[in-house]
């Protein structure tokens, strides 16, 4: 439900991968973007307004679609598209920007976030189909991950790619707004 305090024509100008002060500078304690982020053309501005609009420690819940489930991978390396995304997009067609979790993570960080939690969902009887093709990869993933130097503590390594991540269709992420104090 909008606010009272808003008319719907300026409801309907708002680009949200602009900067934008749709609320007045009003502060809230819980923004929701719900798989919408693949199609701004400046993620990172996204999320510093909605920072921007986050009282101090509040959360910013961000859902996503998994482009790196397998029933992807196959359809990537296969067709060279993610499975809901077209191959070709023409003017004035709708575009989807493809933000692997990795980068939503970093993007995230880099707006002002600390992460709190990371939840994969939406998963179907026809992922399940992808079950013995996801217990082969998995192995070979972990390994990967544990061969991999970088500074993301195995932790959050594991939750970012949990074998769960090779079959849901969606993640969500739970973020808490990081005081400019820290």
């Given at each position: 439900m909008k606010p009272e305090s808003l008319d719907s024509d300026e409801f309907a100008s708002v680009d949200a991968s602009r900067p934008f002060t749709v609320?007045?500078?009003?502060?809230?304690?819980y923004i929701f973007s719900v798989s919408g982020v693949m199609e701004f053309d400046n993620t990172l501005q996204f999320f510093e307004s909605c920072h921007e609009h986050l009282r101090d420690d509040g959360h910013f819940v961000v859902t996503n679609d998994n482009v790196v489930a397998i029933r992807d991978r196959i359809s990537y390396f296969c067709l060279g598209k993610m499975r809901q995304y077209h191959l070709f997009v023409t003017v004035g067609q709708g575009s989807w920007?493809?933000?692997?979790?990795?980068?939503?993570?970093?993007i995230l960080q880099e707006a002002g976030f600390r992460i709190q939690e990371v939840r994969y969902v939406s998963l179907?009887?026809?992922?399940?189909?992808?079950?013995?093709?996801?217990?082969?990869?998995?192995?070979?993933?972990?390994?990967?991950?544990?061969?991999?130097?970088?500074?993301?503590?195995?932790?959050?390594?594991?939750?970012?790619?949990?074998?769960?991540?090779?079959?849901?269709?969606?993640?969500?992420?739970?973020?808490?707004?990081?005081?400019?104090?820290?």
């Open positions: 609320f007045s500078g009003n502060k809230f304690d920007k493809i933000i692997p979790i990795h980068n939503m993570l970093r179907l009887f026809k992922d399940w189909l992808m079950l013995p093709l996801a217990l082969l990869v998995y192995p070979i993933q972990f390994l990967y991950m544990n061969l991999s130097r970088t500074r993301i503590p195995w932790k959050e390594q594991r939750a970012i790619y949990p074998f769960r991540s090779l079959l849901c269709r969606h993640y969500i992420l739970v973020c808490q707004k990081v005081s400019a104090s820290f």
